[in-house]
């Protein structure tokens, strides 16, 4: 993990990254005279990144612009920090010092986020591991703007990021459903909040349908893993509710995924469960002052010789029947247990966040999540604010009644599938169906996992959702929302 700090000086002498504002004049460092003019002929060629080589060492100069949207700035400038990550790793670069010359620590984060998010690596099943790690361990920041606690934050918000892109990014031979809880509770210890693991027993009695069938076709049992973070300054008596899709891997069931790429990723589809857990461990971090608790339900969907078939019908928790007319709709199936256990609590909120439907990653592609639901317009409008804030943003989907026409069965209180249209709408409303209180749900399948790398986000789990919901939840400490 990074070595991150702030620091009360520095020298020129270091590798150092310069953030400054390209309308102003820059900044007096010391430069020479052909350097300052290399520097302004390249901002006048509307370069953005200057890159200076000292031979001692190598210093960026990375210029913002006002008249730009905030926003989109501070995407540009995480993507610079992962390109300057890349020209670091290049040349062996192991500390690199910020230098906040623009006095804007909006945008001075954007851009130390982003070239650490960048510094991520997956390498641990490489024999050669060692020779592959990146050299870049530290990264030192100056700003009068930025505070120490600005600092802590991002640093767990970028550990947490790592911690979730770890776990979604492990084989699921070495991370089956118990194996995944266990990483959970132990980060947990770690962290500061607690854990409590159902087993297949208590499973059992709690009559988890959905997640007992699902399981019916593995190896190894299921697990419910309840997550909870309750500091005794917290703002909010009831909790936010965080529930996250834990299918370790997924094949389809007997409804056997189709295409010849389709299984390949799957061990992706506990990305959900990933940021839940992900974001439990920033906020006891960070202490954030919010109620929050966490529902994970973990299993696999494989064809066992006793799996669940298309045309069963199952109970869930609730007692509530469901024709299943599809296996590769399974995560609908544990989520709705999880979501009824989450009733009990009489919740502020609950937001599930799940790897859910192809029709989500079709309809938009990788650059956004869905969204949709019933909570109030202002928990609305502050998740889609804080999703263009991180830059993980929510395409909100209508959520009509009449969507929930189609998920009607004939033979059953409801099925598991709509028809051929509107796929992640009627996911969303099979979902809302058990729900007593405000519900947002969140599907991630298009950004969760990446098999080509997008700048910081890099190529596999990519941590999506982590960023969003630690700063939603981060925000509501601050002024309580309804």
């Excluded at 620091?7 to 990254?17: F, K, L, T």
């Excluded at 709709?329 to 799940?354: M, S, T, W």
């Amino acid at each position: 993990m990074l070595n991150i700090k702030k620091i009360a000086s520095y020298s020129m002498d270091e590798n150092m990254v310069i953030v400054t504002d390209k309308n102003k004049q820059i900044p007096d460092f010391n430069f020479t005279k052909p350097e300052t003019d290399f520097i302004h002929k390249e901002i006048e060629r509307n370069e953005s990144l200057v890159i200076l080589n000292r031979f001692t060492n190598w210093i960026f100069i990375q210029t913002t612009d006002y008249s730009k949207d905030i926003n989109v700035q501070k995407e540009l400038l995480r993507k610079s920090g992962n390109t300057i990550c890349k020209f670091v790793q290049e040349n062996k670069i192991g500390h690199i010092t910020i230098i906040d010359a623009v006095k804007d620590g909006r945008l001075t984060l954007s851009l130390f986020e982003g070239l650490a998010l960048g510094n991520y690596q997956f390498i641990k099943y490489f024999k050669n591991a060692a020779e592959k790690k990146t050299s870049l361990t530290e990264i030192s920041l100056f700003s009068d703007d930025i505070t120490g606690a600005d600092i802590q934050i991002l640093s767990a918000l970028i550990e947490g990021v790592y911690f979730a892109r770890d776990l979604v990014n492990e084989p699921a031979s070495l991370l089956n459903s118990v194996k995944f809880s266990q990483e959970i509770a132990e980060m947990g210890k770690k962290s500061g909040f607690k854990t409590e693991i159902f087993d297949k027993q208590k499973i059992k009695d709690l009559k988890m349908g959905g997640l007992l069938a699902v399981n019916k076709g593995s190896a190894d049992p299921p697990t419910f893993t309840v997550l909870e973070w309750k500091p005794q300054n917290a703002v909010n008596k009831k909790p936010y509710i965080l529930v996250g899709k834990g299918i370790v891997y997924d094949t389809g069931g007997l409804s056997l995924k189709p295409t010849h790429d389709s299984m390949d990723y799957m061990k992706c589809d506990m990305a959900g469960g990933a940021t839940v857990a992900a974001v439990f461990m920033a906020l006891a971090r960070t202490k954030v002052p919010v109620y929050a608790i966490g529902l994970i339900p973990s299993t696999d969907n494989r064809l066992g010789p006793d799996a669940y078939s298309p045309g069963d019908v199952i109970t869930i928790s609730d007692g509530t029947t469901v024709e299943v007319l599809n296996t590769d709709a399974e995560g609908r199936l544990i989520l709705a247990d999880a979501i009824c256990y989450a009733n009990r609590f009489e919740p502020e909120l609950i937001i599930d966040i799940a790897t859910l439907t192809g029709a989500a990653h079709r309809a938009i592609g990788t650059q956004g999540m869905v969204g949709m639901g019933n909570a109030s317009k202002n928990v609305v409008d502050l998740l889609v604010e804080t999703g263009l804030n991180e830059h993980e943003r929510i395409a909100v989907f209508p959520f009509w009644e009449e969507y929930g026409e189609s998920i009607k069965s004939e033979i059953a209180d409801i099925q598991n599938v709509g028809g051929d249209n509107a796929g992640a709408i009627t996911a969303g409303k099979f979902l809302e169906y058990f729900t007593k209180y405000p519900y947002f749900h969140l599907d991630i399948a298009g950004t969760a996992f990446l098999k080509k790398g997008e700048s910081y986000r890099g190529t596999g789990a990519t941590g999506s959702g982590v960023r969003l919901l630690y700063r939603f939840l981060q925000a509501i400490s601050n002024e309580k929302i309804r």
